[in-house]
């Protein structure tokens, strides 16, 4: 399913489906509130976050020589490093490993890295089978949809939805209880792993200190990825790096706290190199690949610190605008507030150049961030650059008003005789309270929502009444 | 030009332009460091029973080895090399499967019994290093993972995990922290137990 062009339609769609909105409210105050009870848990929060953050700024600053240490790093562990520029370049480089190991099937774990290359649909055109094994992905593989949100890709999804495509997948009897549902992917997917010959996974962290990949999942399946078949592929974003293991600590206190309410994931796994000599599992060869795709711009322009984020989802669950809409409407792999920085930053304002306005800049994503991004500083600078380079709409009329008012505004005679103008004419049109319709430019704002009436009297005429009745002069 | 070249001249040209805010360190608690080994069973036993994990206690090296006997039965079983395993566990089941035995025989394995290279108290974390007589199928593939742990691993936090065997992780090639037993909350946030991994974890804290 691919998204439609354009923002506005996206969301409505999103607005008209009710379940839709149900279930991310749910989903979402659910993980909220998990989030708190599970920072508690820390002693310290705030000064871990703190610390987080100072480890994956360090990271980004000088990117181009941890990378390059990095990359020393995972060489002398015995690791096969590749780089790729674009999603083609990665594409192409995997379907080579696999062809040269001879792979027919592939298993990946959750990499949102090879969603942003279409890496399935590449290794299938080379007739490589490619199997998500994430639960959430597997049902959104299975039906061909897209997932919908970091950490929870199929949160738009009923039981029965599951139960469905299963039972019309699968050839398996109609189940809509999740526990069953499990099951029957832990039997069909565990055939998988015994079978393929090449595991794919992503990368949560890389270790620049000692060319350490760390992963995390729930489920076992990154282990299992990274364990079973004879050739392990890790695809990475070029901005996943850490200086140290004791930075590695760091961010994974904050990490799982803030995604899913755990203290750490079930299962978190540092990969330093193919088996040794002497293990008796564990894949021959470990290949990395670093996929660049557009980071290394956004590192040169306004918004360099979203590099430094971890992908927890935290933001998506406080974001106002997601809650409502959802992860679809954003119309890419990453949405919410994070999504609304990234995607234009790999995708292009001239596609994407609407989402930085898709938010009320009402800070609650900065609040909850384990590491402290500034998501409002950074979508205010793509509005900017929006305009500045014309890839989003400003009309003349936008344009002519805000001058009117500028005009109006930085002349305080008229500026009141114009305030109290418009509030007797706003007042006029107010029912119990509310403004459903405004006329002519001021209709776009109440297209979709209401305007509250305005007070009786403006803050500037209860301040004077206020300094009279204390005796003083404004 | 090598994609390689072509990615770290961008970024190094990029880091000229782009700003990347500072941070000031912060000073973190340094309470873990003073709890002693009492302290830190105590927290580990209370994490674990948060987990939905199984643990059991024991004072000698047989009480060990009989609740690994009374916990396994006739179960079949797949398990770290004798010589891995500690408290002589490794020979009270001569029909156990190992690492050298093929992968369909061991994915039929119903207990995977390991040892623990260390264990993290603040979590309730085993901590699992790969290498010689020590596969990582016996705590992946069965669906009841039983994990013996000396007294003397458990260490307070990651933190202080990553410092004392900072050369035996640098050595392995992979090391694995497994906290609990096998889980998703994907479909309708229902929490779900063994969806790949093993939907059980039992632990023995040995002497």
Same mark, same amino acid.
């Given at each position: ?474 | ?60 090296? *047989? +009480? ?6 009374? =916990? &396994? ?8 090399? /004798? #010589?891995? @395993? ?30 623990? *290279? +260390? ?6 974390? =085993? &901590? ?8 990582? /199928? #016996?705590? @992946? ?31 392995? +090639? ?34």
């Amino acid at each position: 399913m691919e998204p439609s062009g354009d923002f506005a339609v996206r969301v409505k769609e999103a607005l008209a489906d009710a379940h839709l909105r149900a279930a991310v409210t749910q989903a979402t105050s659910q993980l909220g509130s998990r989030r708190l009870l599970a920072l508690a848990t820390l002693d310290e929060a705030d000064a871990w976050r703190d610390a987080a953050r100072a480890a994956k700024l360090d990271a980004i600053r000088t990117l181009a020589d941890n990378l390059e240490k990095f990359e020393a790093r995972l060489i002398a562990n015995g690791a096969q490093v590749h780089w790729a520029e674009t999603p083609d370049q990665a594409n192409r480089i995997i379907a080579t490993i696999a062809e040269r190991a001879g792979a027919r099937c592939a298993v990946k774990s959750k990499s949102m890295v090879s969603e942003e290359t279409h890496l399935n649909d590449a290794l299938e055109a080379c007739g490589i089978e490619a199997v998500e094994t994430d639960l959430g992905e597997y049902i959104v593989q299975l039906r061909r949809d897209r997932p919908s949100h970091i950490i929870a890709p199929i949160v738009h999804l009923t039981r029965a939805d599951v139960g469905k495509v299963m039972h019309e997948r699968l050839q398996v009897p109609y189940t809509d209880d999740p526990k069953e549902l499990a099951s029957i992917a832990r039997r069909k997917l565990r055939h998988d792993f015994l079978r393929a010959d090449l595991g794919i996974s992503g990368v949560n962290f890389g270790v620049v200190e000692t060319g350490t990949l760390c992963l995390v999942t729930n489920e076992g399946n990154g282990r299992m990825v990274t364990s079973m078949p004879r050739v392990h592929v890790a695809l990475m974003g070029i901005e996943k790096l850490v200086p140290t293991m004791a930075d590695l600590e760091k961010c994974l206190k904050v990490l799982a706290r803030s995604a899913t309410g755990q203290k750490i994931t079930v299962y978190t796994t540092l990969v330093r190199g193919p088996r040794g000599p002497q293990d008796s599992d564990g894949p021959e060869e470990l290949h990395v690949v670093l996929l660049d795709n557009g980071r290394s711009d956004i590192r040169g322009g306004d918004t360099a610190e979203i590099l430094a984020c971890i992908r927890c989802g935290a933001c998506l669950n406080a974001c106002p605008v997601f809650r409502t809409i959802g992860g679809h409407a954003y119309g890419d792999i990453y949405p919410g507030p994070v999504g609304a920085i990234v995607t234009p930053g790999l995708r292009g304002m001239a596609a994407f150049g609407e989402l930085p306005h898709a938010s009320s800049l009402c800070g609650a994503c900065r609040e909850v961030c384990p590491v402290r991004l500034d998501i409002p500083k950074m979508l205010l600078a793509l509005r900017g650059v929006g305009v500045k380079t014309r890839t989003v709409p400003s009309p003349l009329s936008l344009k002519a008003g805000l001058k009117l008012f500028a005009w109006v505004a930085s002349r305080p005679p008229i500026y009141r005789f114009a305030a109290r103008a418009v509030r007797f004419a706003l007042a006029a049109r107010a029912r119990r309270g509310w403004i459903s319709t405004l006329p002519g430019l001021a209709a776009g704002w109440t297209r979709s929502r209401d305007f509250k009436a305005p007070p009786s009297k403006s803050f500037q005429e209860l301040w004077q009444a206020r300094q009279r009745r204390n005796g003083s002069t404004p | 030009m090598s994609a390689r070249a072509s990615i770290l001249n961008r970024i190094r040209r990029a880091e000229r332009t782009g700003h990347v805010p500072t941070q000031a360190p912060s000073a973190l608690p340094l309470a873990a460091a003073q709890a002693s080994g009492a302290d830190n069973l105590r927290r580990f036993a209370a994490e674990l029973q948060a987990l939905g994990v199984d643990l059991f206690i024991e004072d000698s090296d *047989d +009480a060990v080895r009989s609740r690994i006997v009374a =916990l &396994v039965g006739s179960h079949p079983v797949l398990q770290w090399d /004798a #010589a891995a @395993l500690p408290y002589d566990v490794g020979g009270l089941f001569p029909w156990a499967l190992t690492g050298k035995s093929p992968r369909d025989a061991q994915a039929s394995a119903e207990i995977g019994i390991t040892g623990a *290279d +260390a264990a993290i108290a603040e979590t309730g974390s =085993l &901590v699992l290093l790969s290498g010689k007589d020590k596969p990582r /199928a #016996a705590s @992946l593939l069965p669906p009841t993972h039983l994990a013996i742990v000396r007294r003397s691993a458990l260490c307070a936090s990651m933190g202080e995990c990553f410092a004392a065997h900072a050369d035996a992780i640098a050595r392995a +090639a992979c090391c694995t922290f497994v906290t609990g037993p096998s889980r998703t909350a994907d479909i309708e946030l229902t929490l779900t137990l063994g969806v790949h991994g093993p939907g059980a974890v039992i632990v023995v804290v040995g002497p």
